[in-house]
């Protein structure tokens, strides 16, 4: 389950939010799902079902990466589902997850349990 997920590291080196993380180029290649390499291994895995959640608020570099990341998956053959959660950003997407009654929360266990998507 990948929620509002940075697919490539790369943009954000030249951003203040690297001064604390002090990611070098070699990093954020190593660590980025949507880096050729990473990619090559992740298809690999063909079983694995993938589900890429973004806020409906979200930014469009989320919204873009999680597009992206979702056609890469796609067009490797991959199992893959695409949620826009109404009304969250990246931020409350998560937070509210810890809601009983919040209904994401309910779709991650039901994921969780049985590896697909109930929207």
Same mark, same amino acid.
């Given at each position: 389950?990948h929620?509002?997920? +940075?697919?490539d590291?790369?943009?954000i080196? *030249?951003t203040?939010?690297?001064f =604390?993380?002090?990611?070098?180029? !070699?990093?954020?290649e190593?660590?980025? =799902? !949507?880096q050729?390499?990473?990619?090559d291994?992740? $298809?690999?895995?063909? &079983?694995l #079902?993938h589900? +890429?959640? $973004?806020?409906?608020n979200d930014? =469009?570099?989320?919204?873009? #990466?999680?597009?992206?990341?979702?056609?890469?998956?796609?067009?490797?053959?991959?199992q $893959?589902?695409?949620?826009? #959660? =109404?009304?969250?950003? &990246?931020?409350?997407?998560v937070?509210?997850?810890?809601e009983d009654q919040?209904s !994401?929360? &309910?779709? +991650? !266990?039901?994921f969780?349990?049985?590896? *697909?998507?109930?929207?």
């Amino acid at each position: 389950i990948h929620l509002s997920g +940075v697919f490539d590291l790369l943009p954000i080196l *030249s951003t203040s939010v690297n001064f =604390p993380l002090k990611m070098t180029r !070699l990093d954020a290649e190593m660590f980025s =799902p !949507l880096q050729q390499g990473n990619m090559d291994r992740l $298809v690999t895995a063909k &079983h694995l #079902q993938h589900w +890429v959640v $973004v806020g409906e608020n979200d930014s =469009p570099a989320f919204k873009d #990466q999680a597009e992206k990341y979702v056609g890469e998956l796609e067009g490797r053959g991959c199992q $893959v589902a695409f949620t826009v #959660q =109404p009304s969250e950003d &990246h931020f409350s997407l998560v937070e509210r997850l810890m809601e009983d009654q919040y209904s !994401l929360t &309910h779709q +991650v !266990l039901a994921f969780i349990n049985t590896g *697909s998507v109930s929207c």
